[in-house]
């Protein structure tokens, strides 16, 4: 969960739990973001296909890669 592009999903964790009163902006969330369409490719690293989307670096993974 430290990708930068999840910290909406975080805060929505603490708006939720009344711990602040600020809502975040609407977010896709990190099982739509890696598993989501675009998650189906050639693994960028070994051209198998992949299995999800690195939320980091932003390309596909297969699991072996991934791990």
């Known amino acids: ?5 999840f910290k909406g999903f975080v805060s929505y ?4 739990g ?4 600020t809502k ?6 990190p099982k739509d973001y890696m598993y989501g369409s675009g ?5 960028d690293n070994c051209s198998s ?5 690195c ?4 390309k596909p993974h ?3 890669c991934a791990i």
Not at 13 to 16: A, P, T
Not at 55 to 58: G, I, K, L, S, T
Request: with cysteine.
């Open 39 to 43: 998650s189906m490719a050639a693994c």
């Open 24 to 29: 975040p902006a609407p977010f896709e969330s």
């Open 62 to 64: 297969c699991f072996d």
């Open 13 to 16: 964790g603490f708006y939720k």
């Open 55 to 58: 939320p980091r670096c932003e």
């Open 18 to 21: 009344g711990f602040t009163t």
């Open 49 to 53: 296909l992949s299995c999800t989307k």
């Open 1 to 5: 969960m430290g990708a930068d592009r």
